[in-house]
């Protein structure tokens, strides 16, 4: 059975020449679908005008709109022609008012979210799930991300530079695989599929962050400027397109940072106030924070994007592209202010003010055995990030019936992270010849659940005759991950079948690799080092800082020039970072940075697919039914270097027999602790589908989709890097007495299997006869077969393990000699338990053209998503321990964007809701924690001046919506960050 029909709505925006954006070659794909129609654009033009004037003899209008109220028509049509359950984004969606970056315009899709970094939207959520659940695509290849995880950031994507979106919520067998949540799909241009013969773009802004004036040093102004050339040549068999787009921009916060609860201790003396999750050991006991940080945060971000394509046609049965994209991010950035530790179980703690079994607030001292202290932090972070994406492609119809397409591409995706950390502190005197650290520490603080809390310190942070530079730290993560494929795929169309349009099947084989180095470099201690003593800070070394507005409560500190207190206290003037084992003063190997060695290594994985799929087109009932059913099987070999522990207590033949050998590092220290070998698995996968599309009357349709579907775990989680490092012990007990503790992580592991799941899909579409809209309602089922989990034991026995744990540790200061104890070890594993994840969708998108007169150009687009799940997984932040729901996870999503359009002038109020969910952040380690809801307004507005020329303004985060976290109770507090808003003015020409 045959049948390729376009709507009313679809035809006059063809007609009008606004649908040259989608795919490559549409008259081409005409042809592919219905042989009998001919491919050049006057002959469609011409079909095209005579379908209108059928349809205006039949009295009904055919509305022709233009830029972002056409775009979501425009969407709406491909949403409806779409194989799978899927969102649409189209060119003007994105373009026409271009957001900060591709992220922005997806989280106005219905179930879709975002994770705001930095105040702007970065890792995309579909569907209640998080990025790591995302399978992410360029012109239908794989990218590489440059998180360090597969969840692709978002924001390294300028808008300006992709011509058209796809979020595939149901699962097709030609689809890669990947997405347990959805598959992202970005497209660049196609230069053949545009009417016109040549297009030029250009655009400038600039920006303004009003948030800046509140942080001292901190860039106001910043501006994004991008241009763009569509061609066509020799008879319209050559097209070449390439664009440039640049985006520079402040980045302010304001920001109260509570680090976790690792602390137990009975405060109140209430006998039998326990609560869910609290030190099995201490029943009576509250919670005790960490401490906490105040900061500022100021610098630059640059992104600069390129994309390129050229495409041949020599006649109608081939066709060959190549195209690349390449996108470089580079951050500078500082951060400072003071961070508060409270030292432990053996501090003093006065007046707590106990909620939920926490203390949230009260007074805090230092006692001789904690470590209770104030520190002035001064950060300077830089780190830039490429992401390069190459392809070709070719394409052959070898017969009427029978197309092949090949395809080779290399995505490659690199970070370079520099940290350089100052820690300085408070002496005594610090102008004597041998200061002593001020261990009169008295902290005074009362937490406000999401509000700022208050706080306040006995001692003074401006006095520069007691500040000194204490300790110097720089921790370099350096991390690539490329991605080679090659794909062949063909379809063969059956003519005379009643059940089958066609038939497709393929095969694609990929590598990846992901290379990781971790580095450091450390001087001083915190509360001072007799080997590596402290420096008095200068006057010319040091600014006073003080807060401002909602903030202003908060203690003066002073801002210090990391790079003139370098240049005068270390021995060289600088440090350089290595990956090392690690050793004490006298040099001896200690392996107290062993880490930097054990996270440095590789992972390899390599994938081999192959699919078959049919694509129904056929009657049921009476009823015409489109869609495909298919399989496809994956293989994966995976693997990744490894530094395996051989006990040194053995004899030396049997310790070479099992692998150890003599490790020199970059400081030139050699070990003969450790064995280099690969380690990893070898497992096949087989994911049906099948999509059916039931077209219930001319304008209404039913889906329904099922598939098996699976999500890698995250690649830097597939290294093999346990590490180790010596702390302080912050809940000392009779069992457990030492000072000093050994604390161990492997969080990652080669061995670990995909998350695997069965999906189902059912939705209703209905679009207006008229061409202004349309409503969606959808339905969701997702049987989550496993997912990867990570549990922490406290008071781990590493002996027992066979993991070699330091004996002893030697106090940099009094050079006194602690016996190391047992610490937590953390860990990951495949949690086979699973459950559900369900929910539905709710969507409209209205143009109210029956409005009289100027009211006409009113449209509201609008959408709701609910997401419930019975999956809990582990958590152990601290003392805080239980089950969490999934990361990622709102119960509440919803989206609308209020807009209006007349005569060339055109505006948007927009708005983004999420309810909590849960996330991670950085405190002194990453913190799981969930986040508050969060509501996210912007405006935009445009006018025509004339046909080429545009005037743009826009406002983001119109009320400065901060990010707001908490510890399972909203009076633990975590972060409150304040990002400001940012302020666009700017021209668009168009020629």
Request: glycine share 8%; charged share 20%.
């Amino acid at each position: 059975m045959r049948s390729f029909q376009l709507s009313r709505v679809a035809l006059a925006l063809l007609a009008s020449g606004s649908m040259a954006f989608s795919g490559p070659l549409l008259a081409q794909q005409a042809k592919e679908k219905q042989p009998q129609v001919e491919t050049t654009q006057a002959e469609v033009k011409k079909a095209t005008d005579e379908q209108q004037a059928v349809e205006e003899t039949k009295g009904e209008t055919v509305t022709i709109i233009g830029s972002y109220m056409g775009s979501l028509i425009r969407s709406l049509e491909e949403k409806r022609n779409a194989d799978t359950v899927s969102e649409q984004l189209s060119a003007d969606d994105i373009g026409s008012l271009p957001d900060v970056s591709i992220a922005d315009a997806l989280t106005r899709l219905p179930g879709i979210s975002a994770i705001r970094t930095g105040g702007q939207a970065a890792e995309i959520n579909i569907r209640g799930l998080s990025g790591i659940f995302i399978h992410s695509t360029l012109n239908g290849r794989e990218q590489v991300s440059t998180s360090g995880t597969r969840s692709v950031d978002f924001d390294q994507y300028p808008s300006e530079l992709i011509s058209s979106g796809s979020v595939y919520k149901s699962q097709k067998a030609s689809l890669i695989e990947g997405g347990v949540a959805g598959s992202i799909e970005l497209r660049t241009v196609s230069p053949l599929a545009n009417s016109e013969q040549h297009v030029f773009n250009a655009n400038i802004r600039g920006m303004y962050n009003d948030r800046a004036s509140s942080v001292s040093d901190a860039e106001k102004w910043g501006e994004r400027l991008s241009f763009s050339y569509q061609g066509k040549f020799a008879d319209d068999t050559i097209g070449v397109a390439f664009g440039f787009a640049r985006l520079n921009q402040p980045s302010v916060a304001e920001q109260f940072i509570g680090f976790t609860y690792p602390t137990t201790r009975d405060l109140d003396g209430v006998a039998g106030d326990t609560d869910l999750g609290l030190d099995s050991d201490c029943p009576n006991c509250e919670l005790i924070s960490e401490g906490m940080e105040l900061q500022h945060k100021g610098g630059t971000e640059t992104r600069d994007g390129y994309v390129a394509a050229i495409e041949w046609v020599p006649n109608s049965d081939f066709v060959l592209k190549a195209d690349t994209f390449i996108s470089k991010f580079d951050s500078e950035q500082w951060a400072r202010g003071l961070r508060v530790k409270f030292g432990g179980s053996q501090a003093n703690y006065y007046n707590p003010l106990i909620v939920d079994n926490t203390m949230v607030g009260g007074v805090v001292t230092r006692t001789p055995d904690s470590f209770t202290r104030v520190e002035l932090a001064n950060d300077d972070d830089t780190e830039v990030d490429e992401v390069k994406s190459y392809g070709l492609k070719a394409e052959w119809n070898l017969t009427e019936a029978f197309t092949l397409k090949a395809d080779l591409s290399h995505s490659k995706g690199s970070s370079n992270f520099q940290n350089r950390l100052l820690w300085s502190a408070l002496a005594e005197d610090a102008t004597i010849a041998n200061p002593v650290f001020d261990e009169n520490v008295v902290i005074n603080y009362r937490y406000s659940g999401l509000d700022i809390p208050s706080v306040g310190f006995n001692q003074d942070f401006t006095d520069l005759s007691k500040v000194m530079a204490a300790k110097y730290g720089t921790y370099p993560y350096l991390y690539d991950d490329t991605v080679n494929a090659a794909r062949l795929d063909g379809s063969l169309e059956l003519f005379d079948n009643n059940t089958f349009r066609s038939f497709e099947f393929g095969v694609r084989y990929s590598e990846r690799r992901y290379d990781t180095t971790r580095k450091v470099f450390e001087y001083g201690n915190e509360e001072f080092s007799s080997l590596e003593p402290p420096m008095q800070i200068g006057s010319g070394m040091a600014s006073v800082v003080n807060w401002q507005g909602d903030f202003s409560h908060f203690p003066s500190y002073l801002a210090i020039d990391i790079d003139q207190v370098l240049a005068s206290w270390l021995p060289n003037g600088v440090g350089t970072p290595v990956t090392t084992f690690g050793a004490n003063f006298a040099g001896d190997l200690d392996y107290s940075t062993d880490w930097s060695v054990r996270q440095s290594g590789s992972v390899f994985e390599d994938v081999l697919a192959a699919y078959f799929l049919g694509n129904i087109d056929t009657v049921w009932w009476d009823v015409p039914v489109t869609g495909n059913v298919g399989m496809r099987i994956v293989n994966s070999d995976q693997s990744a270097t490894r530094l395996r522990a051989v006990d040194e207590s053995l004899p030396l033949e049997q310790r070479l027999a099992l692998g150890a050998e003599y490790i020199v590092d970059e400081a030139g220290l050699t070990s003969f602790r450790f064995a280099r070998d690969l380690d990893g698995i070898n497992y096949t996968d087989y994911l049906p589908s099948l999509n059916l599309n039931f077209k219930i009357t001319e304008d209404s349709q039913l889906r329904f989709a099922a598939a098996r579907v699976m999500s890698r775990p995250e690649i830097n989680r597939l290294a093999a890097d346990f590490s180790g490092t010596i702390g302080d012990n912050p809940d000392r007990t009779p069992e457990n007495p030492e000072v000093k503790v050994y604390n161990a992580t492997q969080t990652n592991n080669p061995r670990l299997k995909p998350f695997l799941a069965n999906q189902y899909d059912l939705s209703w579409e209905h679009y207006y006869p008229d061409g202004t809209g349309g409503y969606s309602i959808a339905v969701f089922y997702k049987d989550i077969k496993n997912f990867v989990d990570t549990i922490e034991i406290p008071n781990f026995d590493f002996a027992a393990a066979g993991i070699p744990v330091p004996e002893v540790y030697i106090d940099e200061q009094s050079l006194v000699e602690y016996e190391v104890g047992n610490g937590t070890f953390t860990y990951a594993f495949n949690n086979d338990k699973g459950g559900a994840i369900h929910g539905f969708e709710l969507a409209t998108t209205t143009v109210f053209d029956q409005l009289p007169g100027v009211w006409s150009g009113l449209g509201v687009n609008a959408s709701y998503a609910y997401t419930d799940s019975q999956v809990k997984t582990l958590t152990e932040t601290g003392q805080i321990k239980g089950e969490i729901s999934f990361e990622g996870l709102s119960k509440h999503v919803a989206n609308a964007t209020l807009f209006f359009t007349h005569e060339g002038f055109e505006t948007r109020l927009s708005t983004r809701y999420r309810s909590e969910f849960v996330s991670r952040q950085w405190g002194v380690n990453e913190q799981v924690v969930y986040f508050d809801d969060e509501t996210v307004f912007d405006y935009q507005a445009s006018y025509d001046i004339d046909d080429k020329t545009r005037v743009l303004f826009q406002i983001n985060n119109l009320t400065d919506q901060p990010t707001k976290s908490y510890f399972v109770s909203e009076a633990r507090t975590g972060t409150i960050q304040y990002f400001g808003r940012q302020i666009f003015l700017g021209v668009n020409y168009s020629l």
